[in-house]
């Protein structure tokens, strides 16, 4: 399969073909997204719950990410990768943005990263485009900053914040974005930006727009912490391993594994064997 460029996504838009992404976080899983023929994929700093047991994103580092992203890349050579910029790797300063955005596009060969925020990091996605590196904004919900948002909850529900939501809409697309993500937002304000935005929006739990993203531990049943109302669940495959295991365990315990078929036998005749045991009597 061919991967997508920028000017297929921008004509997808046009042509009102909704782009499929998902979160994917190692070689494995990133294999089986290439194989269903999926349009992009992101590896988000949620690997910091998915995969590595954090309570939240914050605590992800760049070397985290850059690691997923490369197996992710041997994983799924012919798919769109984004790289998730996490927690204070672009906060700081535009150097450091545009550092370590280069850092994603030299050592993980990622397409393009994704940083969260409108207004507030304009700055830093200009500087980062005008290195040459594709970005996705971020804005709504965003788990880096969501103790400012008082916790996990969705946002522009009411007019003031569906204002701000919009202006920060803007702002991405202004400093110079390719695409922007909105995350927990109602869908009439989501189907308002799609429309005034050139570019591509794409929602996670924000209705209907360009493109939908899930998060891989949610529509299959990894993540058991808690799943968002915006989930739609396709597998369970907690269940599905967890019973695996169960069954493991028991045949180990009762002697039903391994049996004759799971085991190599050895090539010379047993008597040779036995004599080489007893030398070590």
């Known amino acids: 399969m061919a991967k997508k460029s920028l000017v297929d996504f921008i004509k997808m838009k ?3 073909e909704q782009v499929t992404w998902v979160t994917a976080y190692d070689f494995p899983m990133a294999s089986f997204v290439e194989q269903a023929g ?3 994929i992101l590896v988000g700093d949620s690997l910091g719950m998915i995969v590595l047991g954090y309570k939240g994103t914050n605590p992800v580092t760049m070397e985290d990410c850059i690691s997923h992203c490369q197996a992710v890349r041997r994983g799924a050579p012919h798919t769109w990768i984004v790289g998730d910029m996490p927690f204070m790797s672009y906060q700081i300063s535009d150097a450091d943005a545009v550092a ?8 993980a060969d990622v397409d393009c990263i994704k940083l969260e925020g ?5 700055s830093r996605i200009r500087a980062i485009t005008d290195a040459g590196i594709l970005v996705i904004g971020h804005i709504g919900l965003t788990p880096q900053s969501s103790g400012q948002l008082g916790g996990f909850k969705a946002q522009g529900r009411d007019v003031v914040n569906a204002r701000a939501l919009i202006k920060d809409a803007l702002a991405v697309q202004e400093a110079g ?3 922007l993500l909105v995350e927990a937002v109602p869908p009439e304000v989501t189907g308002f930006i799609a429309k005034k935005l050139a570019i591509p929006v794409y929602s996670i739990g924000a209705g209907p727009a360009d493109g939908q993203l899930l998060i891989c531990g949610d529509m299959l ?3 058991q912490a808690f799943t968002p109302k915006f989930v739609k669940k396709y597998a ?3 269940e599905i391993e967890t019973n695996a295991f169960k069954e ?6 009762s002697g039903l594994f391994p049996t004759d078929e799971h085991v190599y036998h050895i090539l010379e005749p047993e008597e040779e064997f036995q004599k080489m045991f007893a030398e070590f009597k």
């Open 248 to 253: 493991y365990v028991k045949d180990v315990k």
């Open 118 to 122: 409108g207004v507030r990091i304009a």
């Open 177 to 179: 974005a390719y695409a």
């Open 100 to 107: 370590n955005a280069g850092r994603f596009i030299k050592e």
């Open 221 to 223: 049943g990894l993540f």
């Open 236 to 238: 369970n495959v907690a």
């Open 38 to 40: 999926m349009d992009m």
């Open 14 to 16: 046009k042509d009102g």
